[in-house]
């Protein structure tokens, strides 16, 4: 079984769900004028420029897809398509307390990383009433400016759709706003918008052809894009939180000893200190520095937990606080529940109002994982694990936690497990393993 939701609470069988079958239409033409008051000022502070690429004569409808790596992305994408309307895929904290003015502007609404049919058919929806659909298929924001995982059912998507398929890859957002450190530096930023398939080619492609199109074409490193146009950044606190996503020594090997202040990242255990310079490299004081680029450490604690998975060593156990989000009225808290992340995928065991609770997804059934560095500057870090009645903001209570190495291992198990599916299957019969 790929996912099992056991979830028994006697007051919220009664609560209000997200209607995500709700029709999209167009944005109101009242509130564009609003829209683009809110996008333009920001347009022309950072001097943000936009190339556009084989984008003669193309017009509505069509479906455009936007890497992701800070709120600016709306502000800038909404831009570069004026003066045409556009229908949002947001995420359901989006709609808290403004549900009917996100829909209104024509937002759809979608709980991350679920298979959600409803949100294909609005979007032929928005396909058929001539207007441009507008997916962030990476549904996060980048955690360290460079592409995340994309969905492979993007391919089959797109051939639905049947329309022109635009990109549009902005530089420099997560430079200017970091997913761990967010802000506003001022930063000028730039954006390739890019028709990348001609509706008539798509009978041409198979869907793994057209994802690995869009794949090639969302390959992006803000770090290296910062060094290559000399983007400097003065600010004095530029490291302040990046060990939220560097959580793991590379010159010890610790795990979660990790800190910053200042321009400095450091270790707590071994002691050791790099200085983030001000093109947003890495400088270790007075030794040798592992990883000048901050994605390249990442990607070895990449290869880290999936060699601990590999071993078939990967486990976490935490007691969390549990908020859930069943509708755009708010927060639901439900208590404390143990939250379990192993080889076997999640589980989160809680009560609520006397009635016990309980979640399990297993690896095979998320490709990825949301998360929240000091989400809503109340509970701390947080994972959040969605079905589509409802969204469980979990954060951890412990101190040796990391949400970013929780998401890496929902990654990197995903992918053990399927690339590997057959070899495991063979040996759980045969009892090899």
């Known amino acids: 079984m790929l996912q099992k939701v056991i979830i ?117 929806r928005v396909i058929q009433n001539k207007n441009i659909a507008v997916l962030y298929p990476e549904a996060r924001y980048s955690l360290c400016g460079t592409n995340a995982v994309l969905p492979k059912s993007l391919g089959k998507l797109v051939k639905l759709l049947g329309v022109d398929v635009v990109t549009f890859i902005c530089h420099g957002h997560h430079i200017n706003s970091p997913f761990w450190n967010l802000g506003n530096r001022g930063v000028k930023t730039t954006a390739e918008m890019k028709l990348l398939i001609r509706a008539q080619d798509l009978d041409k492609l ?36 990046l060990h939220k996503v560097l959580y793991q020594c590379p010159a010890c090997e610790t795990e979660y000893q990790m800190d910053s202040k200042g321009n400095e990242i450091f270790c707590k255990s071994c002691g050791k200190v790099w200085e983030m310079t001000e093109f947003g490299e890495l400088k270790a004081k007075n030794e040798i520095t592992e990883f000048s680029h901050i994605p390249d450490w990442y990607e070895w604690e990449r290869e880290q937990v999936r060699a601990e998975i590999e071993r078939g060593r990967y486990n976490f156990y935490d007691k969390v606080i549990v908020r859930s989000l069943p509708n755009s009225s708010g927060y639901i808290d439900l208590g404390i529940a143990d939250f379990v992340h192993n080889m076997d995928g999640f589980l989160i065991k809680g009560e609520y109002n006397g009635k016990p609770y309980k979640m399990e997804k297993s690896p095979q059934s998320l490709y990825s994982c949301h998360i929240e ?26 101190d040796s936690f990391s949400v970013t190495k929780i998401a890496l291992a929902t990654e990197e198990m995903y992918k053990y497990y399927t690339e590997n599916s057959e070899i495991i299957q063979y040996a759980l019969k045969t009892q090899i393993v």
Request: charged fraction near 30%.
């Open 206 to 241: 198979t869907a793994d052809e057209i994802n690995d199109k869009i794949n090639d074409a969302f390959i992006y490193d803000d770090f290296a894009w910062q060094k290559e146009n000399g983007v400097k950044i003065i600010d004095a606190n530029r490291a302040e939180g």
């Open 373 to 398: 560095y000091e989400y809503l500057g109340k509970y701390g870090d947080c994972v959040d694990i969605n079905t589509l009645d409802d969204t469980y903001y979990c954060y951890p209570q412990g």
């Open 8 to 124: 028994i609470m006697s007051d919220n069988e009664k609560i209000k769900r997200f209607d995500l079958n709700k029709r999209p239409h167009k944005p109101l033409f009242l509130l564009m004028p609003v829209i683009w008051m809110m996008c333009f000022p920001d347009y022309w502070i950072r001097r943000a420029k936009i190339k556009k690429e084989d984008m003669e004569g193309i017009k509505p409808p069509f479906l455009m897809l936007c890497n992701h790596n800070a709120f600016l992305d709306f502000k800038i994408a909404s831009v570069a398509v004026f003066p045409y309307r556009t229908n949002n895929v947001v995420a359901v904290d989006g709609f808290i307390k403004r549900e009917w003015l996100l829909r209104a502007v024509g937002c759809l609404v979608k709980r991350k990383f679920t298979n959600d049919i409803s949100l294909v058919k609005n979007l032929l």
